[in-house]
Nanobody
Framework: QGQVVESGGGLVQPGGSLKLSCTAS????????TGWYRQAPGKQRELVAT???????NVADSLKGRFTISRDDAKNTLYLQMNSLKPEDTAVYYC??????????????WGQGTQVTVSS
């Protein structure tokens, strides 16, 4: 029943900024571990940032200082603010919502991705 959908991608110049959104439906995003991943052409999917629980945020070491993850529970939306973008940030960005319990019980949702291209 649940679904997450990314939006906000596009073409930006190096040094520019972009804010991605991930809107959930059918699930209460505030109850889930949430995060952003990205996949560049020919590369494996890479963790960008997560909100593992309320009050906690994690950003990949290489992206700290430029990327910020946040969540608005009232809007049931996850955000990724990206600043000082570099060409190497070019990728498809995916949002994830995950709820796990016990040894093997998992409720997990992935969006279809939004393309971010950083180029002059």
């Amino acid at each position: 029943q649940g679904q997450v959908v990314e939006s906000g991608g596009g073409l930006v110049q190096p040094g520019g900024s972009l804010k991605l959104s991930c809107t959930a439906s059918g699930i209460n995003l505030g109850l889930y571990e949430t995060g952003w991943y990205r996949q560049a052409p020919g590369k494996q999917r890479e963790l960008v940032a997560t909100i593992p629980d309320r009050g906690s945020t994690n950003v990949a070491d290489s992206l700290k200082g430029r990327f910020t993850i946040s969540r608005d529970d009232a809007k049931n939306t996850l955000y990724l603010q990206m600043n000082s973008l570099k060409p190497e940030d070019t990728a498809v960005y995916y949002c994830q919502a995950r709820l796990a319990w016990g040894q093997s019980n998992v409720d997990e949702y992935w969006g279809q991705g939004t393309q971010v291209t950083v180029s002059s």
